[in-house]
């Protein structure tokens, strides 16, 4: 069992989607302090609160960060994916400032990638980080939305192998070949080790 920890359903409903199949039972935990994202890497960030959640609920919590990065626009959104558009944005005030800022340097289907760091944090007298993993999944940015599945950017990230954006794909499709299916995948690969798994759940 893994305790998870985060204000985003929708992740958390990949989250469960993805461990479920390998064998690891993901419990949500809820009301959770908000965790200030000070970090300059989504590494970082996903250190930082699972250390924050860990220490408040005295108990090993899994954390993550992820967001979209296009190197043409210096790597934006990046680590400010989720309030691009300001602290209170909603996904499609986010997409409409990414698809705007295009627009502005006339960049027509540019490179961009999703990447997802998480970190596990084990509480005690100084809560630490004990295992990390990340996850990529490559693909471009079309400038009209398309897709009612998934969430975030989903619907303007276009994933050539398939042809579409991961907005169009359905759940199963889309965790086979996300950053977060990648990095989820890492972590159970990680956590096969004994020892590992016993200081996380004792």
């Known amino acids: 069992m893994i305790l998870v920890g985060s204000k985003n ?10 461990l479920a199949p390998l064998g690891i039972r993901a419990v949500i935990a809820v009301n959770l302090p908000e965790v200030e ?5 989504f590494r970082e960030n996903a ?4 250390l924050a959640y860990a ?7 899994l954390a993550d960060d992820s967001g979209l990065v296009v190197p043409a626009l210096d790597g934006e959104p990046g680590v400010r994916s989720a309030r691009y558009a300001g602290e209170k944005a909603t996904d499609e005030e986010n997409v409409r400032l990414l698809i ?12 961009a990638y999703f990447q997802c760091n998480l970190a596990i944090a084990v509480a005690g007298p100084e809560p630490r980080v004990v295992v990390e993993a990340e996850g990529r999944v490559e693909g471009v940015i079309v400038h009209r939305p398309r897709g009612e599945h998934g969430f975030g950017y989903d619907p303007v990230f276009l994933y050539p192998p398939d042809g579409c954006t991961t907005a169009e794909m359905d759940p199963d499709r889309k965790n086979a070949i996300s950053h977060r299916g990648a990095a989820l995948r890492a972590l159970a690969q990680k956590l096969g080790d004994p020892a590992l798994r016993a200081e996380i759940d004792p």
């Open 9 to 18: 359903p929708k992740k958390l409903l990949e989250v469960r989607e993805i």
């Open 37 to 41: 994202e000070t970090g300059a890497s």
């Open 47 to 50: 250190a930082l609160k699972a």
């Open 55 to 61: 220490s408040f609920l005295r108990a090993p919590c």
């Open 100 to 111: 705007r800022r295009l627009e502005e340097r006339g960049l027509r289907g540019p490179a």
